[in-house]
């Protein structure tokens, strides 16, 4: 590529350069690097202890990797408190649920904005009307988020009362609430049945024609491979392979990570 070309090309939305993190002896990142360009669906796989949720971890500043660098729309991150993490653009879902059972789900998603609201306790205990319009315009992209995942119909039911596959969906709404440039989903197909996962696949691209770019760390092989641009493949917290679909799944090192050849990559 000529120094031309390559200043033409847009820098990626997410580049991360040599991310360690360790746990006692182990080395969950040992100098994870990969790039990810504004639009992708972007799937991050490998074996059991790979790495992938201490991967997410730093990302979201849950974790403070002790060296490397998170650079997110031509900004540092590390070093930042997930909440400022989270005000720069990027929202996550969790491997088990955190919702509220006993809220509405319209109020579950809601609490996905908060991110963008003005809080003022004596202004809300008063309930001047800046406060009430700020509310109605939280109501209003809460609702949004749910007409994108299909559940809009659901708004006034308790959380509590879905099927389990339908409050994961409510997880993803309120994380997309908060009006991310970059959505984490931590195993979102987890526990869902073939439809569920075959909807979820959909809502994955609906949420990317949204305009939102997709991390996606999965399990489920057909998922990952129906839906992803581009995978990064990380073994023992480092990187394996990274490439289309197609080269992931004829990688011989891939395979082989995989309790020696057995993966199911069928769509
Ligand atoms: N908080 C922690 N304390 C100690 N060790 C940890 C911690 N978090 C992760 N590890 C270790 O770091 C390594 C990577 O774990 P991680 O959960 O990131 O893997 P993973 O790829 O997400 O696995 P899985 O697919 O099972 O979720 C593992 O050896 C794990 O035991």
Redo the contacts with the bound molecule.
Sequence with gaps: MTALSSALLPSPLLAVTGLE?S??G?M??AGVSFQVAEGLIYAVI????????????ALCGF?QPSAGSIRFADQELLGLPPHRIAARGIARTF?NLQLFFNMTVVENVMVGCHLRARTHLLAAALRLPWVQRQEQQLREWAIAALELCELADRAGQPAGSLPYGLMKRVEIARALAAKPRLLLLD?PAAGLNDTETMALRDLIGRIRANGVTVLL?E?HMPLVMGVSDRLLV?DY?SVLAEGAPADIQADPRVVAAYLGGAVNYAV
């Design positions: 993190q746990f006692g182990v969950a990142l490998g074996p059991n202890g790979a790495g992938k949720t201490t991967l997410f971890n974790y491997q195993e760390v399990h990380l917290g």
